[in-house]
């Protein structure tokens, strides 16, 4: 498929689906210009018919051999790259961001598949746990139980708005959901449909390829109010993935905790990501810590969900010298493309209600088109800041807020009055040790990664990294977004006590035919 080729239609288990609903169009956020083609929106008795299907793939999807799952994970990355410059040309009509990036983001998703396919090839995943008999134990028996983590069943994902490749169709929420053998049904964002439209149509491609049943994947156009809370209430789904707006991501769980049996809704939401500059970080480079900061602050335009929300800058000369260099380097910077009209005017918006709490310190000019409007910084002292809840709030874009300080004792009270962070971040010397060491168990509490001497944009994918925390960063502070770990959100434990070993899946049989890492009587199984 290429750009005109586009449908302008749901795909549901394999098949071209003509929405009944009003059509609707993407915008270009550059020129602002309506896109074709358009995209016919579909009932809540057309979504039926894809999670239908895909409570139809579940057992057979569920239980694929790890190479056949694997190489089907591979293909989907392999058929995405071969439509990359159809993929990218799109995203950048759809999105405004540049070439480079979207280019950067087309290869994070295919290498997000294949580290996927790597996981289900070690299988570790999959939490095999066997207790063997015993049964001449005294003073009773043990039965023989073993354990394993299966998947959950179908998974709802929602596209997320400022990644629409890395957190959309093929994103993060969808790769984990495929690995650990749950269906999807994906409902995709009305901001870049043709993207969205073009990374399913690849998906279709790898799962034609493997012989999969085509419930596997649906890929449905829809309005959020109707089919959107339709499909989180669906009793096929079993999970939902999200990224995107608090508002957006607490209506999803309204509406999973509503249902009759409730499933969990995993939302990424809302982050400002403190920065914390401890005295002597601002002895060393200043220059450097500047670019590094506004670097960070401007990147994508700032629609980066760890993007520096705020920065805590110590009183006097050397915290003076830092603001001073911000202010310069701010001021001379010019406004990039917006993802979106309403991105835009929410950004606005967030920018007129921080100045009546908050001086304004830098603004840059605005850039080209109708939605670059130019970034923005605050300044505000740390009790204004800790009293005044609208100091606190996201601003989704290049603005940020500095906050100065007198004393690093009183970041910890501070650091414990914020709300749940994806990231928290402290720069430090060797003369800061002991107020970090004050600091780093508030931030714990706080925040899923935390950084030291880095910025928080730029997410590692990999099998360490945390992209998640406590509310409202997330709906559930126990999960990742983002590296393999985020397999875990779709599983389930069962244990099987006294089963026949020919009744029992694969990895707990006794001979051990998948050779997937096995925890037996507490101790690792050589394999």
Same mark, same amino acid.
């Given at each position: ?23 609707? /169009?993407?915008? $270009? ?21 894809? #999670? ?7 057992? $057979?999807? $569920?239980?694929? $051999? ?19 410059? %159809? ?40 939490? +095999? ?41 093929? *994103? ?22 043709? #993207? ?13 390829? !493997? ?5 596997? &994947? ?27 707006? /608090? ?5 999803? +769980? ?36 500047? #670019?590094? &900061? ?16 705020? +920065?805590?800058?110590? =009183? ?5 010298? &830092? ?43 605005? *850039?080209? *088109? ?27 874009? =290049? ?9 690093? =004792? ?16 402290? !720069? ?7 107020? %970090? ?19 928080? #944009?730029?997410?590692?994918?990999? !099998? ?64």
């Amino acid at each position: 498929m290429t750009i005109d080729t586009l449908t302008g239609h749901s795909s549901i288990a394999g098949r071209t689906v003509v929405g009944t609903g009003a059509p609707s /169009r993407a915008i $270009s956020p550059a020129t602002g210009e309506e896109l074709e083609p358009a995209y016919s929106q579909i009932d809540v008795d057309q979504l039926r018919e894809a #999670t239908a299907a895909a409570e139809t793939a579940f057992d $057979s999807f $569920s239980r694929l $051999s790890p190479e056949r799952h694997a190489a089907f994970l591979e293909t989907i990355a392999d058929e995405m790259e071969a439509a990359g410059g %159809a993929i990218v040309a799109r995203a950048e009509q759809e999105t405004g961001l540049p070439n480079t990036r979207l280019t950067g983001e087309l290869g994070r998703t295919t290498g997000q598949l294949r580290m996927f396919a790597g996981v289900v090839r070690a299988g570790l995943f999959r939490g +095999v746990r066997v207790d063997p008999a015993i049964p001449d134990r005294v003073p009773a028996p043990r039965a023989d139980i073993r354990q394993r983590k299966a998947a959950v069943g179908p998974v709802a994902v929602f596209g997320a708005s400022n990644f629409p490749l890395a957190f959309s169709t093929a *994103g993060g929420d969808t790769a984990s959901a495929l690995a650990a053998g749950c269906p999807v049904v994906f409902k995709a964002h009305s901001s870049h449909p043709g #993207t969205s439209e073009l990374v399913a149509a690849a998906i279709a491609r790898a799962i034609a390829a !493997h012989d999969l049943h085509p419930g596997v &994947f649906s890929h449905v156009f829809g309005p959020g109010r109707t089919v959107g809370r339709a499909l989180v209430t669906d009793p096929a789904i079993q999970a939902v993935g999200f990224t995107g707006s /608090r508002s957006g991501g607490l209506s999803l +769980v309204q509406a999973a905790q509503s249902r009759p049996v409730p499933i969990p809704v995993y939302a990424e939401m809302s982050s400002v990501n403190p920065v914390f500059l401890l005295p002597g970080s601002l002895d060393g480079d200043l220059d450097a810590l500047v #670019t590094g &900061f506004v670097g960070s602050m401007l990147g994508s335009s700032g629609q980066l969900c760890t993007k520096p929300g705020s +920065v805590f800058v110590p =009183a006097g000369e050397r915290g003076d010298a &830092f603001v001073a260099a911000v202010q310069r380097a701010v001021d001379g910077a010019v406004g990039q493309t917006m993802l979106s009209p309403s991105i835009a005017d929410a950004w606005r918006s967030g920018v007129r209600t921080r100045a009546g709490h908050a001086d304004v310190m830098a603004r840059g000019a605005d *850039g080209v *088109g109708p939605h670059a409007p130019g970034p923005v910084v605050h300044v505000t002292g740390l009790d204004s800041f800790l009293e005044d809840e609208v100091l606190q709030a996201e601003i989704f874009g =290049a603005a940020s807020l500095i906050v100065r300080y007198v004393d690093a =004792a009183d970041l910890p009270a501070a650091a414990a009055r914020l709300e749940g962070q994806l990231t928290a971040t402290i !720069h430090l010397t060797d003369s800061d040790v002991e107020a %970090a060491a004050a600091l780093l168990p508030v931030l714990e509490r706080k925040a899923g990664r935390i950084l030291a001497n880095g910025w928080p #944009t730029g997410v590692e994918v990999g !099998h360490a990294v945390v992209h998640g925390g406590p509310f409202p960063a997330t709906s559930d502070s126990r999960a990742t977004s983002v590296g393999s770990l985020a397999i875990e959100r779709f599983l389930r434990p069962i244990a099987y006590q006294n089963i026949p070993d020919a009744l029992l899946p694969e990895p707990l049989r006794q001979g051990n035919p998948w050779n997937v890492p096995r925890l037996v009587d507490g101790v690792m199984e050589q394999v």
